[in-house]
């Protein structure tokens, strides 16, 4: 089962959903249905940390996302 990662065009957010077939997507924010379906990144954990396949997003650390950057 895939999950995929959207942009709602209506209010800008991004959302993942689980998607079925032909499955109409819309925004679980406004329930707008105009969505840009997005590249989708992963990571994963060794002994040496995480790797991500976007490199990492922030200058001070090398997490692959962090929430005080914002990235």
Excluded: N
């Excluded at 800008?12 to 925004?27: A, R, T």
């Excluded at 997005?38 to 954990?45: I, Q, R």
């Amino acid at each position: 089962m895939p999950i995929f990662e959207y942009r709602c065009m209506k209010c800008d957010k991004d959302f993942e959903v689980l998607v079925f077939g032909d499955q109409e997507v819309s925004c679980p924010t406004c329930q707008g249905t105009k969505v840009k379906k997005l590249l989708s990144t992963f990571s994963h954990k060794s002994d040496s940390g995480f790797t991500s396949s976007q490199g990492s997003s922030c200058g001070s650390c090398g997490a692959p996302s962090c929430s005080s950057c914002g990235s």
